[in-house]
């Protein structure tokens, strides 16, 4: 699936089984939320905290693409093309850090 075909699916699905957008701001607070489910679980298992109990069957990668979901959400109802946009930033990207990490000695 390309980027453009997940903004045209999670658009459709919106759309007939959502009803409809909430509104950005909304949708904003939403993505936050997903992307606090997703720290809570990376704290847990690659960090220093533990899990609880109830915690323990809890899914990394649906977590992401409920990220994903809402980010896409955004994007759409922003006008936001997201190919377009990383195409954008990764140029900017490969221009601004060309040798920045190579010259990081901290990665090495």
Do not use: P
Not at 77 to 106: F, P, S
Request: aromatic share 6%; hydrophobic share 35%.
């Amino acid at each position: 699936m390309t980027i453009q075909q997940a903004q045209e699916l999670v658009d459709s699905w919106i759309k007939t089984t959502g009803v409809r957008y909430f509104n950005e701001l909304t949708n904003t607070a939403i993505l936050m939320e997903e992307v606090g489910e997703v720290a809570r679980i990376m704290s847990r298992r690659y960090g220093e905290q533990s899990f609880k109990e109830s915690d323990k069957q809890v899914d990394l990668g649906d977590e992401m693409a409920d990220v994903l979901f809402v980010l896409i959400c955004l994007a759409n109802q922003t006008g936001i093309d997201l190919t377009g946009a990383l195409e954008k930033n990764l140029e900017k990207k490969n221009i601004r850090d060309k040798d920045r990490h190579k010259n990081n000695q901290k990665l090495f």
